[in-house]
C-alpha cells in the first residue's frame, strides 16, 4: 500500500512540474535523500603504537576532549585499534595521552577534525585499516639518552671508562665500557631517578674515580641531572689526578740536586740519601726557604708544587749547642756543655758553640737550654 501511494506521489509532482504550477528548486531539496547533515555524528578509530617498531602499544592512556576541554572520551590501550563514536562533523578534537607505559615517553597533542562525509583531516600521522578507514596514530617514543665519558681538564672524550647505570634499588640496568663515541641507553623508566656510576677508569696513576651522578628523565623525554648535559647527552667527567714536583736545590750556584715529579698530591717525600756534600762547606740540613730559618718538615703532606733548600755551614762553623759537631744537637750535646763546665778549660771556639745564653760562659743553663731545644726540635 505504502509503494502505491508512493508511485501517484511521485506522478503528482511530474505533473505539478509540467504545467508549472510548482517551482522546480523545491524539489530540488526533497531529490537529495543521501545528503548528510553537519550534526551527523561519526567515529574515530584510534591505535596507540610504538614510534620504533611500529607495533600496537598497551597500557597507554588516552582520552579525547573537545574545545572546551570536555573529555569525550577516555580509554586504555590493547593490543586492538580503539573506536569512539558520535562525535560531530566540522568539530575539533584533541587527542592526547596522559599515560605512558614504562620505557616511553609521552607524545605530543595531535588535533582532528571530520568533514560532513566522515573523512578525518588530523594534525598527527595516521593510517588505515584493512576495511579502508582511516585510523589515527598516537606515537610513543621509546625514551632515550646519550652517554659520553670526558677528561675534566679539557672536555676531550676518553676511552676505556666502564660505567654503569644503577636503578633507584641499586641493581644494574646497563653496563658499557666508553669508546669515541656516545653510548645510547633506551627503554629507561620515565620520572625514576637513575645512577651514573665510573668502577674503572683507563690508567689509576692518571685517573680518579668521579663521584657518582644521578639523573632523571620525564615523561616528555627531558632530561635533569646532578651532572653535565651538553644537549641531550649526559657527560661523565673524569677527573685527572693532581700532581706536584718537589726540586731539592743545593742552595748555591743555581744547583738543583734532584727534582721529583708526578708526584700525587698527599704523598711525602724523602730526603735525598746520601746528604750532599760541597768544599769548604758542611751539609746542615733541609729547609723550607732560601734563608735557611724554616727546617722542611719530612712528614708533610705535599700539596703544592715544592722547593727545599739545603742548609750549608762553612767549615769550622757549627749550629749553636752542636757541641759535639755531629750537625745535630741531642742529648750528647748537653752532655758535653756539662764537661766543659766542669773541666773549666773551655776554649774560646768551645765556648762560642756552647755558649747557649751569650753570657761568654759554658755553665749548666747552657745545658738545660740544650735539652729544652732538643725536646721541641728533635
Not at 251 to 274: C, R
Request: charged residues 20%.
Amino acid at each position: 500500500m505504502k509503494k502505491t501511494i508512493k508511485s501517484y506521489v511521485s506522478i503528482l509532482i511530474v505533473i505539478l512540474i509540467v504545467f508549472n504550477l510548482i517551482p522546480f528548486n523545491i524539489v530540488k531539496v526533497y531529490a537529495k535523500p543521501n545528503d548528510v547533515s553537519i550534526n551527523a555524528t561519526h567515529k574515530a578509530i584510534i591505535s596507540a603504537i610504538d614510534n620504533i617498531r611500529y607495533e600496537e602499544l598497551e597500557g597507554a592512556s588516552l582520552e579525547i576532549i573537545d574545545n572546551e576541554d570536555n573529555i569525550i572520551a577516555e580509554w586504555v590501550s590493547t593490543m586492538e585499534n580503539h573506536e569512539v563514536t558520535g562525535l560531530s562533523s566540522g568539530k575539533e578534537y584533541t587527542l592526547r595521552a596522559t599515560y605512558a607505559p614504562d620505557g616511553y615517553t609521552i607524545p605530543t597533542n595531535t588535533t582532528f577534525i571530520i568533514a560532513n562525509d566522515g573523512t578525518i583531516t588530523s594534525t598527527g600521522s595516521t593510517t588505515m585499516d584493512s576495511s579502508g578507514n582511516t585510523v589515527l596514530l598516537v606515537e610513543f617514543d621509546i625514551t632515550h639518552i646519550e652517554v659520553s665519558s670526558i677528561k675534566e681538564s679539557d672536555y676531550s672524550k676518553l676511552s676505556e671508562v666502564t660505567i654503569q647505570i644503577l636503578d633507584k634499588d641499586g641493581n644494574i640496568v646497563e653496563e658499557w665500557c666508553s669508546s669515541d663515541f656516545n653510548h645510547i641507553v633506551e627503554g629507561l623508566i620515565a620520572n625514576e631517578e637513575y645512577t651514573l656510576r665510573v668502577t674503572v677508569v683507563p690508567d689509576e696513576d692518571l685517573y680518579d674515580i668521579p663521584a657518582d651522578i644521578t639523573f632523571v628523565i620525564d615523561e616528555n623525554g627531558r632530561v635533569t641531572s646532578t651532572g653535565s648535559i651538553s644537549g641531550s647527552t649526559l657527560l661523565v667527567s673524569v677527573p685527572e689526578k693532581i700532581t706536584y714536583s718537589v726540586t731539592f736545590d743545593l742552595n748555591y750556584d743555581n744547583i738543583i740536586l734532584q727534582t721529583i715529579s708526578d708526584l700525587k698530591s698527599g704523598s711525602k717525600v724523602e730526603a735525598p740519601d746520601p746528604n750532599p756534600s760541597r768544599d769548604g762547606y758542611r751539609f746542615a740540613g733541609w729547609y723550607a726557604n732560601p734563608a735557611c730559618t724554616n727546617p722542611f718538615d719530612f712528614n708533610k703532606p705535599i700539596t703544592e708544587n715544592t722547593t727545599i733548600y739545603a742548609k750549608w755551614n762553612e767549615n769550622g762553623e757549627y749550629t749553636i749547642g752542636d757541641l759535639d759537631r755531629n750537625d745535630v744537637v741531642d742529648a750528647n750535646d748537653a752532655s758535653v756543655a756539662l764537661e766543659l763546665y766542669k773541666a773549666q778549660n773551655a776554649t774560646a771556639e768551645d765556648i762560642a758553640i756552647g755558649d747557649m745564653d751569650n753570657n761568654n760562659l759554658i755553665d749548666a743553663n747552657d745545658a738545660s737550654l740544650i735539652l729544652e731545644y732538643f725536646k721541641t726540635h728533635q
